[in-house]
């Protein structure tokens, strides 16, 4: 059975930090790429950051680009999302997913697990 579970969110000040991380099991975690998304309250789920299967390709949404930086150890099974500069227009529940593919997109159609969800607070 696939679980994905997201951890790190939490209430953060405005122009501080977080790393939000993922772990996956009961998948080949490399043969998977991974992304991670968001979604604010009375929002539409809004694709972040992506990542192929190696690590060697990433991908971010220009709402984040500069900011955030999404990474990931095959080794651990580990997926992570560092946010840098954040803002109140950040807050959101951040979900990671798995997409077997190789590529890496923002298109959470192609993705085939889901995580519960972290919640990231920004407080204005």
């Known amino acids: 059975q696939v679980q994905v579970v997201e951890s790190g969110g939490g209430l953060v000040q405005a122009g501080g930090s977080l790393r939000l991380s993922c772990t996956a099991s009961?998948?080949?975690?490399?043969?998977?790429?991974m992304g991670w998304f968001r979604q604010a309250p009375g929002k539409e789920r809004e694709g972040v950051s992506c990542?192929?299967?190696?690590?060697?390709?990433?991908y971010h949404a220009d709402s984040v680009k500069g900011r955030f930086t999404i990474s990931r150890d095959n080794a651990k099974n580990i997926l992570y999302l560092e946010m840098n500069s954040l803002s109140p227009e950040d807050t959101a529940i951040y979900y990671c997913?798995?997409?077997?593919?190789?590529?890496?997109?923002?298109?959470?159609?192609?993705?085939?697990?889901w995580g519960q969800g972290t919640q990231v607070t920004v407080p204005s």
């Open positions: 009961g998948l080949t975690f490399d043969d998977y790429a």
């Open positions: 990542i192929n299967w190696s690590g060697g390709y990433t």
């Open positions: 997913a798995a997409d077997a593919g190789w590529g890496c997109a923002l298109d959470g159609t192609d993705y085939d697990y």
